[in-house]
């Protein structure tokens, strides 16, 4: 026992080493074990806000103690009750959330998202409180994006606060982007590509936005997942490269003619290159349709 502090305690009243509570009052049962349950009752200080905590130091235990004639006395400078209100909160999504529904009222269109710049902000509300949110005051700049709104929870009721969040909204697009990683010279299938959402002010100007841009076609460069997509990192895969073997086809309405050519030069799907007719050794100009396959041009035959 401490000196100053009076006789011995009782022993059967202990002092308990922390608290939970959910009202706004600390009582004397919050605090120390063994009570009569009248004492119990008796609330001694304000509670601490809700989700947050209180410190009750020996010294203050002691003058508590004293003051409503409970027999315990601090034994060292360390006896101590941490005090913890609970509370139910909400979140930033759903702050956020709620913001986003206020802005498109107030004629904010197009996909957007909201930022509030920090994720790990949330609201305290006693644990009997409506879990009511409110955006009861707006203020926005459209050329900036900036906004200050003022959000209440508990309107009406005695635990009533409101909020001024600042924040900013950006438009926000869906792109496509890879799955997983690619080397250069991989052709992209259909099942490595997704859409995703960006804020469009980040996006480059010469971004794919069309899955199909890319679908099919050889890629330049290695590139990793979920990133926006560049055109100039894909080229259509050459089907026809130099030297190659091809099989060239002439068809009418009243024919179809197959013969083996030699490719002059590299082509993609589409384009019109020159071959040499192994059969005649005559150069022409054939349109290329699948790998090693072209299809001969009449009008343009030599």
């Known amino acids: 026992m401490l000196p100053g502090y009076g006789q011995a305690q009782d022993a059967d009243i202990f002092l308990r080493p922390q608290a939970r509570i959910e009202g706004t009052y600390i009582t004397l049962g919050d605090i120390f074990s063994g009570l009569t349950p009248e004492q119990e009752k008796v609330a001694v200080a304000h509670a601490p806000q809700p989700g947050q905590q209180a410190v009750l130091d020996y010294r203050w235990l002691a003058g508590i103690a004293q003051r409503y004639k409970v027999s315990w006395r601090p034994r060292t400078t360390g006896d101590q009750i941490i005090v913890t209100r ?11 959330n709620s913001i986003h529904a206020a802005l498109q009222d107030y004629g904010i269109s197009g996909p957007f998202s909201v930022d509030l710049g920090g994720e790990t902000f949330r609201i305290h509300l006693p644990v009997d409180a409506p879990a009511q949110l409110e955006v009861t005051g707006l203020n926005v700049n459209r050329r900036t994006g900036r906004f200050v709104a003022d959000v209440t929870t508990g309107r009406g009721t005695s635990a009533q606060r409101t909020y001024r969040m600042n924040g900013r909204y950006f438009q926000i697009e869906q792109v496509p982007v890879l799955v997983d990683s690619v080397r250069r010279g991989d052709i992209i299938r259909p099942d490595q590509v997704e859409m995703r959402e960006f804020r469009a ?102």
């Open 86 to 96: 609970d509370s139910q909160t909400i979140g930033i999504d759903e702050i956020s």
């Open 201 to 302: 002010d980040r996006l480059q100007s010469n971004v794919v936005r069309d899955p199909s841009d890319v679908i099919g076609k050889e890629v330049r460069r290695s590139i990793g997942p979920g990133d926006p997509l560049l055109n100039r990192d894909f080229t259509a895969p050459i089907l026809v490269k130099r030297g190659a073997i091809v099989t060239i086809r002439l068809e009418t309405a009243n024919m179809s003619l197959t013969a083996r050519g030699k490719s002059l030069e590299d082509g993609s799907l589409g384009d019109v290159i020159r071959v040499m007719n192994l059969q005649s050794n005559k150069t022409i100009q054939v349109e290329v349709t699948a790998e090693n396959d072209v299809r001969a041009i009449p009008a343009m035959s030599q």
